[in-house]
Every structure is written in structure tokens, then in C-alpha cells.
T-cell receptor, first 117, second 115 residues
């Protein structure tokens, strides 16, 4: 089973709202990722958690706040977003971060389409 | 500098034909991994195939194969007997360096399969 789930599928929020995106995996993976993808562009890495600790923050604005409550869950808390933050937000997970196909392949969820008005 | 280059923004292929999607990469690290993902219009990134830099043989996964030419730094995806459901955006990606968790993606190729 290589399933990563994300909720909600779609989200519309105002610039003063607070919302959260949720990602879940039950594959026993220890690395989890958040990516942002604008239309017709490739995904861009935002955050990486390894063993529930934040290991990479790609200089993401503080209005995006990640959280990893346990090894299966990854949240992205959103506050005071801008219209340019509208995008597809993808979550991914992998066993480890390098070492061969089984260890490092990232499996993605279906994404959350976010629209900021 | 672009680390992953996909030179074909769009490709149109007849159903049942084979198709090759090009990908070249740039790295000085001897340890790296190369991936291909498919992204239908629904948005999900679907893993297709992986090639490690030390793998001696080209990777194959069903109808997908990776033509890995290390000296030329190319990792082209070959899809045999294309199907209508293969119409999607295809991304080539690279993980470089031991311990690095970053995937760097190319700009993608939009593949359209015509009946």
C-alpha cells in the first residue's frame, strides 16, 4: 500500500483566516514532505520532517507553519495568507532519504487545491 | 543553474506507439537518484520509475523503462505501447548527495496520446 491521504481536497480562504491542511500515511515512512505547486510549474519543496523533527525549511514565510504530531501525520497551518499563495499543496512521504529505490522514493498524496481570496 | 532539463514542453503521440521523454541532469555528486513521476490533471504525482546512480542496469517497471546514459547525464523515460490514459504531465526529478532529502524537478513534459 503506497497511499498518502490529504484533506481537504479543496480549500477557499480569506486573507485573515486560519486554516490547516492535513496529511496522513500508514506506510511506516519516517520522512514527510510539503511541496507547493503553482499552475504549469513543477513542485517546489517547502518543508521536510525526518523522524518527526523538522530537518529542512526552504525559507518559507512564517505564515506557513508545519507540524508533525506523530510519525503518520503532517499538518500545515495557514495564517494570513496572500492571494499569491494560491496553489496545489502536495504532501509526500518516504522510508528514508537516500539509499536506493525502496528507501528514498517519495510517494505523494492527491494534494489540496488552495485558493486565497 | 538548471539541474534537471526537460526540453520537450509538449508531445503528441498516436495510441499504441512508443514514446521517449527526454531528461538530462547536472550534478558533480557520484551518489544520486533519478525519478520519473506522472501527474494527471487531477493533480496527484504518481511515481513511475527510479534509477540509482550506481545501478548497473536500466530500470524497468511494466511499460516504463529508463534509458540511463550516465556519461551523457541523461535519463530518458520510454513508454511502450502508449495508452489514452498515459496523457498527463511527466516530471523528471533528481535527488543528489547522500543524506539530502531534496527532490529537484524538471519543468515537465505534457504528453498527449491521440486515438
Amino acid at each position: 500500500d503506497t497511499e498518502v491521504t490529504q484533506t481537504p481536497k479543496h480549500l477557499v480562504m480569506g486573507m485573515t483566516n486560519k486554516k490547516s491542511l492535513k496529511c496522513e500515511q500508514h506506510m511506516g515512512h519516517r520522512a514527510m514532505y510539503w511541496y507547493k505547486q503553482k499552475a504549469k510549474k513543477p513542485p517546489e519543496l517547502m518543508f521536510v520532517y525526518s523522524y518527526e523533527k523538522l530537518s529542512i525549511n526552504e525559507s518559507v514565510p512564517s505564515r506557513f507553519s508545519p507540524e508533525c504530531p506523530n510519525s503518520s501525520l503532517l499538518n500545515l497551518h495557514l495564517h494570513a495568507l496572500q492571494p499569491e499563495d494560491s496553489a496545489l499543496y502536495l504532501c509526500a512521504s518516504s522510508q528514508e532519504y537516500f539509499g536506493g529505490k525502496a528507501e528514498e522514493t517519495q510517494y505523494f498524496g492527491p494534494g489540496t487545491r488552495l485558493l486565497v481570496l | 543553474a538548471q539541474k534537471i532539463t526537460q526540453t520537450q514542453p509538449g508531445m503528441f503521440v498516436q495510441e499504441k506507439e512508443a514514446v521517449t521523454l527526454d531528461c538530462t541532469y547536472d550534478t558533480s555528486d557520484p551518489s544520486y537518484g533519478l525519478f520519473w513521476y506522472k501527474q494527471p490533471s487531477s493533480g496527484e504525482m504518481i511515481f513511475l520509475i527510479y534509477q540509482g546512480s550506481y545501478d548497473q542496469q536500466n530500470a524497468t517497471e511494466g511499460r516504463y523503462s529508463l534509458n540511463f546514459q550516465k556519461a551523457r547525464k541523461s535519463a530518458n523515460l520510454v513508454i511502450s505501447a502508449s495508452q489514452l490514459g498515459d496523457s498527463a504531465m511527466y516530471f523528471c526529478a533528481m535527488r543528489e548527495g547522500g543524506g539530502a532529502q531534496k527532490l529537484v524537478f524538471g519543468q515537465g513534459t505534457r504528453l498527449t496520446i491521440n486515438p
